[in-house]
């Protein structure tokens, strides 16, 4: 279980809340605090009073995959094999494995015709694939996905959901503005001014929502 | 008004584009897979990119503008208002509008992202340009702010307008249908009919077509309209 208790950081304020494992999904207006909270869960930011235990540690003592929106921010080498190489590199992995491990995610992740290039070459969404890949190449605990979608195409966020699903990472909390994203996850966190306002299955927590733009529109065409 | 490619091509080490056809006056959509070249048609398009082959007329074109992919790469302000500034803008009529007045004086970066595409998109729809090329205009954005911009976009009367973007469920009225596929840009034609042809529709589009429905064009009321009436 991801724990949250007591939880105050800038504006997020959450006193409790528990979340299972899954596919986590984190939706609310612009500013609302989502890519805040993710940071938080991910250990990139850590709170001024109370905490966030996954599997009752700190999120800074668990193995951690992130992807930023702006992809450029994540990415740290200038070659695509060496920003996938990056994460094993950094643990000491011994070079056989690394270059394994690389191959491996590049061709799950169909990417591989782009390991020979530089990250200058790649368009935006590729660059988005790279970051993923990096994120996924030691079998994080827990995988934090800031609007990964907003740069891909639906049958490539299709393709990647299915392999995250079958990738065994026990956590995945992702923030999206794609409502038909967040409506295939496990379980659906409403944002506003820092606070969750709603939690539930995506099909509960919508019911809420069909009111406002952000009800998915392909329930509301019932296809 | 209008922007002509003639077998106008793109190079890239091994990678290429060849780009054909005529853009007019109204809304285009380009779509494609990742890495298939709508950002660097759009760069071409703009001129910030020089074509290998070809030739780009821009004919009646006085002013144009393209907004990139990540807004982090126009800005030029250290604060929310002075970015204002660098448009030739005041900050407080654009800043009232998109409810950031009250961030006039942070540094854009440390905005969230999507309130930063909003600052940018506020600033590039703020004035009149006669080709507009929107490079992924709606990532980032939360689904009212979606609306908003497409509603702006639709309400453009002049002008040449190019969206290229991933967006899947919420776009404006859209006049013209493009393609890239296989390295060439494909003219898939006028809406409605084109949409039968799409073949990067997204999902939700595909299953209404699919179902018999008949859509008069792309907008959230397009398509709620279109459930309805059959």
């Known amino acids: ?223 | 008004m209008r922007l002509q490619l003639n077998a106008a091509h793109a190079n890239r080490g091994e990678w290429s584009l060849a780009a054909e056809g005529t853009f007019g006056e109204g809304v285009h959509l380009v779509s494609g897979d990742v890495g298939s070249g709508k950002s660097t048609l759009a760069l071409m398009m703009a001129g910030l990119l020089s074509h290998s082959d070809g030739t780009i007329v821009r004919e009646g074109i006085r002013s144009s503008m393209i907004s990139l992919q990540f807004p982090e790469y126009h800005l030029t302000g250290s604060t929310v208002a002075e970015e204002c500034r660098s448009w030739g803008l005041n900050p407080e009529t654009i800043l009232s509008e998109i409810m950031l007045l009250d961030k006039q004086h942070r540094a854009p970066l440390t905005l969230s992202r999507g309130e930063l595409k909003r600052l940018h998109l506020a600033c590039v729809l703020a004035k009149k340009y006669d080709l507009l090329l929107l490079d992924e205009p709606f990532s980032s954005l939360d689904a009212r702010e979606k609306e908003r911009i497409c509603r702006l976009i639709s309400q453009r009367t002049s002008g040449i307008t190019v969206l290229f973007t991933h967006e899947q469920t919420i776009f404006p009225l859209v006049d013209h249908l493009w393609e890239i596929e296989q390295n060439v840009l494909i003219e898939r034609g006028e809406l409605p009919d084109a949409l039968s042809h799409w073949s990067h529709a997204p999902v939700l589009i595909q299953k209404l077509i699919a179902s018999g429905k008949r859509l008069k064009n792309i907008s959230p009321s397009d398509l709620q309209e279109a459930v309805c009436r059959t």
């Open chain 1, 1 to 223: 279980m991801i724990e949250l208790s007591g939880l105050r950081y800038r504006n997020i304020r959450i006193d409790s809340l528990t979340i299972p494992p899954g596919i986590i999904s984190v939706i609310g207006p612009n500013g609302s605090g989502k890519t805040t909270l993710l940071r938080l869960c991910s250990g990139i930011a850590v709170p001024e009073t109370g905490m966030i235990l996954i599997n009752g540690k700190p999120s800074r003592e668990t193995d951690v995959g992130w992807v930023n929106e702006f992809p450029d921010k994540n990415i740290l080498f200038s070659r695509v094999s060496d920003e996938l190489a990056s994460a094993p590199r950094f643990s000491h992995q011994p070079c056989a494995e690394t270059d394994s491990a690389v191959k491996n995610i590049a061709h799950q992740m169909n990417i591989a015709h782009l390991l020979d290039r530089t990250i200058k070459e790649l368009s935006g969404g590729e660059k988005i694939l790279v970051a993923l890949a990096s994120a996924l190449v030691q079998h994080p605990k827990i995988l934090v996905l800031d609007e990964y979608d907003s740069h891909l195409d639906e049958t490539r966020c299709l393709q990647i959901e299915e392999l995250i699903r079958t990738s065994g990472v026990p956590y995945v909390i992702r923030c999206t503005q794609q409502m038909e994203t967040a409506a295939r996850g496990d379980l659906l966190l409403v944002m506003e001014d820092g606070r969750v306002t709603l939690s539930g299955k995506p099909v509960q927590v919508f019911a809420s929502l069909d009111q406002t733009p952000f009800y998915p529109m392909s329930w509301r065409c019932k296809v």
